[in-house]
Structure formats: C-alpha cells, structure tokens
Nanobody
Framework: QVQLVQSGGGLVQAGGSLRLSCLAS????????IGWFRQAPGKEREFVAA????????IDADSVKGRFTTSRDNAKSTVYLQMNSLKPEDTALYYC???????????????WGQGTQVTVSS
C-alpha cells in the first residue's frame, strides 16, 4: 500500500503560479511512477504529467507543456507539480497518483491522493 497526501493549491489570478506537493508513505516510494491528473466540474479526469521513479523522465500533457514542471525528491518521498502561467482553464481538482508502471491513463494507477483544488481567476 502507498498513501498519498497532497498539499498546496488554492486561488490565484491568471498568469500566477502555484506548487502542489504529494507526500507518499508506505512502500518504497522510489519504486513508483507518480502521475498528476485533474478533473474540472462536468468533465472527465485528464492526465496532466507524470514522472519516472528516478525523476529522469517526465511526460506532460500538451495543454501544460512549457508551463508545468514535475519533480521529485525521493529522500523526502515527495513529488512536486510547479504550475506557472496559470490560465482559467487550469481550474480543476488536482490529484496525484502512484503505481509501479504508471502511464498517462488514470486506470493504470492504483493509489491516489485526496485531491486539491486549484482555482484560477481571470
């Protein structure tokens, strides 16, 4: 089992920045791929970004490329999602997720954080 606890998020004006954190406990954190997903009201959950167990490889959704950056600190069992140049359409509930072989599909992740709200005002 892996437990994920998220922090960060909040309300920001368009063009601003926020950083989300995802703290893991349980099994060896460094073995897991960590993904970020988001879900806006009335929409399906969508992939945002993912980072490999070593942190050497990341993938980003086209909608966030160049604006969002994922990083991890395995010594602290924490993954970060730095969000810059935020837009109103980034408003959503953001989740981190973990699995051994995570991809850009939510169904490939077994463990999920509780979600944290990000609201971007125009």
């Amino acid at each position: 089992q892996v437990q994920l606890v998220q922090s960060g998020g909040g309300l920001v004006q368009a063009g601003g920045s926020l950083r989300l954190s995802c703290l893991a406990s349980g099994r060896t954190f460094s073995n897991y791929v960590i993904g970020w997903f988001r879900q806006a009201p009335g929409k399906e959950r969508e992939f945002v970004a993912a980072i490999s167990w070593s942190g050497s490889s990341t993938i980003d959704a086209d909608s966030v490329k160049g604006r969002f950056t994922t990083s991890r600190d395995n010594a602290k069992s924490t993954v970060y999602l730095q969000m810059n140049s935020l837009k109103p359409e980034d408003t959503a509930l953001y989740y981190c997720a973990a699995d051994i072989r995570g991809t850009d599909s939510a169904t490939d992740y077994r463990y999920w954080g509780q979600g944290t709200q990000v609201t971007v005002s125009s």
